[in-house]
């Protein structure tokens, strides 16, 4: 079946620094979102991105959207605490609905 | 407005019980769904409701049964299940069921459900 591999796993970083993650697949998606699940909460959409090149801000948030459309990354600017989560990429099956997700990334942010 | 509710947020049921999970939108989606999310995991796909009738149905065991009674409400059905389904159940909803635009999925805040 399809998969995404996400990567970094994990990262602990100082305040105020830059974060970089990004997912790839064998396969081709044509729509990525981007997702922050916070522990006992549901995902929370950060960034959806329909159009291979697309490059969409949020805030300090940049996602990218591969020109393959078999990748896209997200870039954190300037970390803050409350940037700590679980983020998840999730490429969509067009005409379904159903989507396929990351492994997730873990962000840890030291003050 | 972008608030997908789920009751209750914690379910403990014991393995020949019965309870059913609710969702609800009221932000005119046609799509509804349910995931399943395991401690450290991605959520995975149960089921897709598109304009209210079941489209996918990913093999999910038969003790957990859907039902979407109108365009806005979702339910999950649970009967005689196992102490290996317990996890955080998420429903969702998007505008459209994966055409085009429209087509990010909302989630809920999920149900805890713990079966001993």
């Known amino acids: 079946g399809q998969q995404l591999n996400q990567s970094p796993q994990s990262m602990f970083i100082q305040e105020g620094e830059d974060v970089s993650m990004n997912c790839t697949s064998s396969?081709?998606?044509?729509?990525w979102l981007w997702y922050k699940q916070d522990p006992g909460e549901g995902p929370v959409l950060l960034i959806a991105?329909?159009?291979?090149?697309e490059l969409t801000s949020n805030g300090r948030l940049t996602a990218q959207f591969g020109i393959t459309r078999k990748d896209s990354f997200l870039n954190i600017s300037a970390s803050i605490p409350s940037d700590v989560g679980i983020y998840f990429c999730?490429?969509?099956?067009?005409?379904?609905?159903?989507?396929?997700f990351g492994q997730g990334t873990t962000l840890q942010v030291k003050p | 407005d972008t608030e997908v509710t789920q009751t209750p947020k914690h379910l403990v049921m014991g393995m020949t019980n019965k309870k059913s999970l609710k969702c609800e939108q009221h932000m005119g989606h046609r799509a509804m769904y349910w995931y399943k999310q395991k401690a450290k995991k991605p959520p995975e796909l149960m089921f897709v409701y598109s304009y209210e009738k079941l489209s996918i149905n990913e093999s999910v065991p038969s003790r957990f049964s859907p039902e979407c009674p109108n365009s806005s409400l979702l339910n999950l059905h649970l009967h005689a299940l196992q102490p290996e389904d317990s996890a955080l159940y998420l429903c969702a909803s998007s505008k459209y069921p994966g055409m085009g635009g429209n087509t990010e999925a909302f989630f809920g805040q999920g149900t805890r459900l713990t079966v001993v």
């Open positions: 999730a490429g969509l099956i067009r005409n379904t609905g159903k989507l396929i």
């Open positions: 396969s081709i998606f044509n729509t």
């Open positions: 991105l329909y159009k291979a090149g």
